[in-house]
């Protein structure tokens, strides 16, 4: 059974720092690409971070560049999203999300698997 799972987030204030978890079971990591999404209070899904399978190069929203960095590490089947210098406007559910295939791809249904999502709120 396919089962991604999120973990690290909570409160902290502008300017402070999380990293999220996604640990993976159920099939292999080393064959999937790996994206992370958030959802905001009445917005639509987006994508914030996705790392190829292919040769593990990343992909980045620009609202995020420079702070966050995308990692994996496959014998640990976990993905983790280090989160830095973050804003109120970085508050959102954070979701993982698995491809199948060496490459990540720009659409929320290219994803088939899913975790249920964690919480991630900025304030002071």
């Known amino acids: 059974q396919v089962q991604l799972v999120e973990s690290g987030g909570g409160l902290v204030q502008p300017g402070g720092s999380l990293r999220l978890s996604c640990e993976v079971s159920g099939f292999i990591l080393d064959y999937y690409a790996i994206g992370w999404f958030r959802q905001a209070p009445g917005k639509g899904r987006e994508g914030v971070s996705c790392?190829?399978?292919?040769?593990?190069?990343?992909y980045y929203l620009n609202s995020v560049k420079g702070r966050f960095t995308l990692s994996r590490d496959n014998a640990k089947n976990t993905v983790y999203l280090q989160m830095n210098s973050l804003r109120p406007e970085d508050t959102a559910v954070y979701y993982c999300?698995?491809?199948?295939?060496?490459?990540?791809?720009?659409?929320?249904?290219?994803?088939?698997?899913w975790g249920r999502g964690i919480q991630v709120t900025v304030s002071s």
């Open positions: 999300a698995a491809k199948a295939g060496y490459y990540c791809a720009d659409y929320v249904s290219d994803y088939a698997s």
């Open positions: 790392i190829h399978n292919s040769d593990g190069s990343t």
